[in-house]
């Protein structure tokens, strides 16, 4: 379904739960950074208003996820600490070239979400399976299912404004690519990485 070309390791979930408290950190950060990615694309394209309306509602429910993991971090007794890089999301944003027209740039940044919703959502499907903590696995479950509509939302609206023969092109382009990029990660506790 998601159409990721190389699946995660599943040793990473071992990673991921000896280093809980940094996944947590990890992923409310990505919460964070969804919601500013939709604050962005209304900034930017505010005359796309069926865009600017889901966006609306993604920030939303971002900002819920947000605050759903920032609660779950201070139950465990961790705190949020200060943001890290994400070398993932580095490494995917080389992919298009900077410039072109408006609309390229927003096929770009459409195809670059919906590829971050989709592994975050298979991520999410990996740590509802397979952590122990049955509260986490549930946890994940739930969010998984929001990563995933996420993720079908961004490229509805990526073929919807672009060239849909050009967009399916760049969507498994940048499939092909991302698969290169996750051959070099899935060694450390973070949600991409």
Same mark, same amino acid.
């Given at each position: 379904?998601?159409?990721?070309?190389?699946?995660?390791?599943?040793?990473?979930?071992?990673?991921?739960?000896?280093?809980?408290?940094?996944?947590?950190?990890?992923?409310?950060?990505?919460?964070?950074?969804?919601?500013?990615?939709?604050?962005?694309?209304?900034?930017?394209?505010?005359?796309?208003? !069926? +865009?600017?309306?889901?966006?609306?509602? %993604?920030?939303?429910? $971002?900002?819920? *996820?947000?605050? /759903?993991?920032?609660?779950?971090?201070?139950?465990?007794?961790?705190?949020?600490?200060?943001?890290?890089?994400?070398?993932?999301?580095?490494?995917?944003?080389?992919?298009?070239?900077?410039?072109?027209?408006?609309?390229?740039?927003?096929?770009?940044?459409?195809?670059?979400?919906?590829?971050?919703?989709?592994?975050?959502?298979?991520?999410?499907?990996?740590?509802?399976?397979?952590?122990?903590?049955? !509260? +986490?696995?549930?946890?994940?479950?739930? %969010?998984?299912?929001? $990563?995933?509509? *996420?993720?079908? /939302?961004?490229?509805?609206?990526?073929?919807?404004?672009?060239?849909?023969?050009?967009?399916?092109?760049?969507?498994?382009?940048?499939?092909?690519?991302?698969?290169?990029?996750?051959?070099?990660?899935?060694?450390?506790?973070?949600?991409?990485?």
């Amino acid at each position: 379904m998601l159409g990721l070309k190389l699946p995660t390791d599943p040793r990473w979930v071992n990673i991921a739960e000896k280093n809980i408290e940094e996944i947590l950190i990890d992923h409310a950060f990505c919460e964070q950074k969804a919601a500013s990615t939709a604050i962005s694309l209304i900034v930017s394209f505010p005359e796309y208003e !069926d +865009l600017v309306k889901e966006m609306i509602s %993604l920030v939303q429910e $971002e900002m819920s *996820h947000f605050k /759903m993991v920032h609660d779950l971090i201070l139950e465990r007794g961790f705190a949020l600490g200060r943001d890290r890089k994400d070398e993932y999301v580095i490494e995917l944003l080389k992919f298009f070239p900077k410039g072109g027209s408006r609309v390229n740039q927003m096929v770009h940044r459409l195809l670059y979400a919906a590829l971050i919703e989709a592994r975050s959502c298979e991520r999410f499907k990996l740590l509802s399976e397979q952590l122990k903590d049955k !509260d +986490l696995r549930l946890f994940y479950k739930k %969010l998984m299912i929001s $990563e995933a509509n *996420h993720y079908t /939302m961004f490229l509805k609206f990526a073929r919807k404004y672009g060239d849909l023969e050009t967009v399916n092109k760049k969507w498994n382009e940048l499939l092909e690519y991302e698969a290169e990029i996750m051959k070099n990660l899935g060694k450390t506790h973070s949600i991409h990485g």
